[in-house]
T-cell receptor, first 110, second 113 residues
Framework: QKEVEQDPGPLSVPEGAIVSLNCTYS??????FMWYRQYSRKGPELLMY????GNKEDGRFTAQVDKSSKYISLFIRDSQPSDSATYLC??????????FGTGTRLKVLA | GAGVSQSPSNKVTEKGKDVELRCDPI?????LYWYRQSLGQGLEFLIY????????KSGLPSDRFSAERTGGSVSTLTIQRTQQEDSAVYLC???????????FGPGTRLTVL
């Protein structure tokens, strides 16, 4: 079992939809959680960086962490075709060693 | 400001050759990391630098892989006697300190024929 699991997708949604991307993790020591967006043939771009449980909002993006169930989510409101990318989640216990999921490919259809 | 840069963006080499991949971190970032991303796989940690020292090399897959960092800035990842299984995207990231957010470069796509 991988430490961080993600459904690879692809997840296809119409423009304007609310998107929910999810990860589960197994390491109870994880305290920090990250979401990266990766366009094809580009490097990952940091979207959200959260600590412990709770919600964090940034524009159209909301990151949610539920440590009791070891479940992390990224919600995208009013999705746009430009949001089409692979979304990577990651966790860490607070050190430099990020453990990444394999990514979920999202397609937002115009 | 300038982000993390990597060169070359693409590298095609023949099995058995040596390759060098370069990373220029964000100015002032003391921590630098190398990851490998293979098709269908998540990012795989290779090595971590704090300044010019590499306190964690645990992710390097074999002794054919080595890395160095000079002047607390530029880093080079060297793969000797490349094998086909080394084909992947090699990503570099940097952060202000080891516990802060990591910012990635665009990666070097390595293809070993």
């Amino acid at each position: 079992q991988k430490e961080v699991e993600q459904d690879p997708g692809p997840l296809s949604v119409p423009e304007g939809a609310i998107v929910s991307l999810n990860c589960t993790y197994s390491n109870s020591a994880f305290q920090y959680f990250m979401w990266y967006r990766q366009y094809s043939r580009k490097g990952p771009e940091l979207l959200m960086y959260t600590y412990s449980s709770g919600n964090k909002e940034d524009g159209r993006f909301t990151a949610q962490v539920d440590k009791s169930s070891k479940y992390i989510s990224l919600f995208i409101r009013d999705s746009q075709p430009s949001d089409s990318a692979t979304y990577l989640c990651a966790g860490t216990s607070g050190t430099y060693k990020y453990i990444f999921g394999t990514g979920t490919r999202l397609k937002v259809l115009a | 400001g300038a982000g993390v840069s990597q060169s070359p963006s693409n590298k095609v080499t023949e099995k058995g050759k040596d390759v060098e991949l370069r990373c220029d971190p964000i100015s002032g970032h003391t921590a630098l990391y190398w990851y490998r991303q293979s098709l269908g796989q998540g990012l795989e940690f290779l090595i971590y630098f704090q300044g010019n020292s590499a306190p964690d090399k645990s992710g390097l897959p074999s002794d054919r892989f080595s890395a160095e960092r000079t002047g607390g800035s530029v880093s080079t990842l060297t793969i000797q006697r490349t094998q086909q299984e080394d084909s992947a995207v090699y990503l570099c990231a940097s952060s202000t300190y080891s516990q802060n957010e990591q910012f990635f470069g665009p990666g070097t796509r390595l293809t070993v024929l």
